[in-house]
């Protein structure tokens, strides 16, 4: 038994399939945590051990039956819906209103009333003469099968009345027989018996249950009708739920985001069971699950289709259909594509959502919450994008991404760490940017510049897959000079794609941009789409100073991967060393600007992940480079003491509170605190002495200046008084004028405390 790999869950795979969450896991994930792409690839002679390629989707998988409901995945508390007595749930006047009823043949209004003399519920359609029919076939009392005594009718939707009966077989269980709206409809007809034979196949604890497949006879013409006996489930329709929100709230109130997402997440796992059947759901709406207490079902599957099959009429609803769909027939994209606008739809307010923006989202701007949460957007922008290929093509891959969105939007509200393992990246390789500078006389920032080449080094490598032919001799590798790990790749006794890869981020570190891109473009041209292709070409971009190009290829695996901390991370580098511009748009037109694009990324990744330090530097950078010196300080505080570089951000933030700042900028509280934080560091040797030159200094030039201290306060053992930080100053060089290395820098810190000694009568 091993650990399931998936984000968030702590079940145990089982069988092939996770006993908590119900996927299967990734392929190769026995070996390591890598899920990454399902694509793999391979590269000329180095790399001549071909394995199957695919496109840039991250993974593939299906849901198992064993799974109970869990909504919110351990991250969020969704508000659980009450179980509602099936006896209340009987309409009292069951019938279709007449603004929705439509012939099925050609979509004209039927049954419209006329002046004061109301529509009928039954006759012939007056454009195409096909019949119509919106009464309810089956009457209270009915014994249906012999079994199912019909207590009344519960709603009415696309494909057919649901009524509510009580099995008589089996201990009086509450039961729904879902009939046809219209029977004489012949691909209504169809359509049930496709999803009588469909759902006898399923069974998964987020889809309702089938029990039986009963006939009864039509009152008027004696026709047997087909009746589909599922399990009742007691609860409200997700768009029950919006509407009730909306009710309490107004017309403009949505579902918090994180509620949401939760609710697709249990989706995405009914159809990827589904879609592991080879079954494609085609109609996912808010209309179409149901949340009963803490769980959540995936209701009529009418329009249910084989994958195969490109003869069955079609179901949908616009405002949630992909577009392809009248050219190319329904997908599994197409249906992640249903679970995309679902989300826009229950999240914020999308007026329009069926008429002008039946086929897409607002700009980002015009929605508050997407401009907030610049991940959802994005995850959102390729769930329905209008392009196929561009889409998520595997539920598990878009539950994945959408987890960890999930993260990062509850990070954002409540400030609280979400971290959890990639398993398409490894964790960064070190802390880029988290040197402090040396003071240049009494200027110069706190944090050195990021460095091209150091950014790039410190990026997460994407992880071997398992199933890779040289995952075992790439995990034997303990080489880490560049020069010495190449020689060991190009003489590789097994050749696979990730020997390719691995060589060419060597090649990058190397210097050698030119081989790493050539070595990437054999690569492409044997494995068009694998989305690591991209990543090496914005290593190779970025380390060798070509900041536009290294900004586009990360926003697009932003944007492909909007869930993952590494292309954030990766853009907010380029994006900080091209001086915080945007990419150059075609055409030699002027930058597009991006205000404080590096300081929304380095925040994203840091708030949601502390494992990220060299987010936290960054942020901290981007903060001092724009005066912000408290948010600096905040950033460099939250390194946790366990971590590596908690000294260096300690370091760094008492020279970010005192350097270079004009002395009627600081106050005696942040002198202290400056103070305080450095004696708690305890330094040893000419670091220390060093930075306590620089607090007292700018603590001397505080009181210089004219301040008037609180009595008695000291700072760092010395008064603060203008003697007192003479005094402490001149000791303070003179140590450092001990631990210099050479004489001219010995001459100079003694001249300097000579300088600065208190003046005296002898």
């Not at 795979?13 to 890598?34: H, T």
């Not at 076939?137 to 939707?157: F, I, N, S, W």
């Not at 991404?401 to 393992?421: I, Y």
Request: aromatic share 6%.
């Amino acid at each position: 038994m091993n650990t399931c790999t998936y984000a968030g869950c702590t079940g145990t795979v089982e069988d092939g399939y996770c006993d908590l969450c119900g996927m299967a896991p990734p392929e190769g994930a026995a070996a390591s945590r890598s899920a990454g792409s399902a694509a793999t690839s391979a590269t000329g002679s180095i790399l001549s051990g071909r394995t199957t390629p695919t496109n840039r989707s991250t993974r593939t998988g299906s849901a198992s039956s064993a799974r109970r409901g869990m909504l919110g995945v351990g991250l969020v508390e969704v508000p659980p819906v009450p179980y509602r007595d099936p006896a209340s749930a009987v309409l009292d006047n069951p019938e279709v209103a007449e603004h929705k009823r439509f012939c099925s043949s050609c979509g004209e209004p039927v049954g419209r009333g006329r002046g004061d003399r109301p529509g009928r519920t039954e006759g012939f359609c007056p454009k195409c003469g096909s019949g119509f029919s919106f009464t309810p076939k089956l009457r209270t009392g009915d014994l249906v099968g012999g079994q199912y005594e019909v207590l009344g009718c519960l709603a009415h939707g696309g494909l057919g009345w649901i009524y509510l009966a009580r099995d008589r077989n089996v201990s009086d269980r509450w039961v729904v027989l879902k009939g046809l709206l219209d029977t004489g409809d012949a691909e209504a007809l169809a359509a049930a018996a496709a999803e009588r034979s469909f759902l006898a196949e399923v069974e998964h604890p987020n889809i309702v249950k089938i029990y039986n497949f009963v006939q009864h006879p039509e009152p008027k013409t004696g026709v047997l009708v087909g009746y589909i006996v599922m399990e009742y489930v007691g609860g409200q329709s997700l768009k029950d739920v919006l509407l009730q929100r909306r009710d309490q709230g107004g017309a403009d109130t949505s579902l918090p985001v994180g509620q949401v997402i939760a609710y697709a997440l249990e989706v995405l796992r009914a159809l990827g069971y589904l879609h592991g059947l080879g079954l494609i759901y085609c109609d996912f709406k808010p209309d179409n699950a149901i949340q009963s207490e803490e769980q959540l079902k995936l209701l009529d599957l009418g329009g249910v289709r084989r994958a195969t099959d490109v003869d069955s009429p079609i179901y949908g609803t616009v405002g949630y259909q992909a577009p392809e769909i009248a050219t190319l027939g329904p997908s599994i994209s197409s249906d992640l594509y249903t679970v995309g606008r679902t989300l826009a739809v229950m999240s914020f307010p999308f007026k329009g959502y069926s008429s002008a923006y039946a086929t897409s989202l607002p700009d980002r701007a015009e929605v508050p919450l997407l401009s907030r949460y610049e991940s959802y957007d994005r995850l959102l922008r390729r769930a329905t994008h209008p392009n196929p290929i561009e889409r998520f093509q595997d539920a598990a891959e878009m539950a994945e991404q959408l987890t960890g969105v999930l993260r990062e939007v509850l990070s954002a509200e409540d400030g609280k760490p979400r971290p959890a393992p990639s398993t398409m990246f490894g964790p960064e390789r070190y802390t880029a940017g988290a040197e402090i500078t040396a003071l240049n006389g009494d200027t110069g920032p706190a944090l050195g510049s990021l460095v091209p080449a150091t950014a790039t080094a410190a990026l997460p490598v994407p992880l071997v897959y398992g199933s890779d032919p040289a995952a075992g001799f790439l995990a034997g590798l303990t080489i880490r000079e560049p020069d010495a790990l190449a020689t060991a790749l190009v003489a590789a006794p097994v050749t696979s794609p990730e020997v390719g890869f691995m060589l060419a981020r060597v090649r990058i570190e190397l210097g050698g941009f030119r081989e790493a891109e050539e070595l990437l473009d054999e690569i492409e041209a044997q494995f068009p789409g694998d989305w690591r292709v991209d990543w090496y070409r914005g290593l190779a971009a970025l380390a060798g100073g070509r900041f536009d190009l290294a900004q586009r290829l990360f926003d697009g695996l932003y944007t492909w991967m909007p869930g993952e901390a590494a292309p954030k991370l990766a853009l907010a580098f380029s994006q900080e060393l091209a001086g915080g511009r945007g990419p150059s748009p075609a055409g030699g037109r002027s930058p597009v600007p991006h205000e404080n694009a590096p300081a929304r990324l380095y925040e994203a990744v840091w708030r949601t992940d502390h494992g990220y330090v060299s987010a936290a530097f960054g942020l901290a950078r981007v903060r001092l480079a724009t005066g912000d010196r408290a948010g600096a300080v905040a950033a460099l505080d939250a390194v946790p003491e366990i971590s590596s570089q908690y000294v260096a951000a300690q370091v760094a933030a008492v020279a970010a509170a005192v350097r270079g700042r004009d002395p009627g900028e600081l106050t005696e509280s942040e002198l202290i605190a400056a103070g305080n934080r450095l004696a708690e560091l305890k330094l040893e040797g000419a670091r220390g002495e060093e930075l306590t030159a620089e607090v007292v200094g700018a603590a001397l030039d505080w009181v210089l200046a004219g301040h008037a201290p609180t009595g008695g306060t000291t700072l760092l053992g010395a008064r603060l008084t203008e003697a007192g930080l003479r005094r402490k100053l001149e000791r303070t060089y003179r140590e450092l004028a001990r631990l210099a290395q050479g004489s001219d820098d010995r001459h100079t810190l003694v001249i300097r405390a000579n300088t600065i000694r208190p003046r005296t009568l002898f």
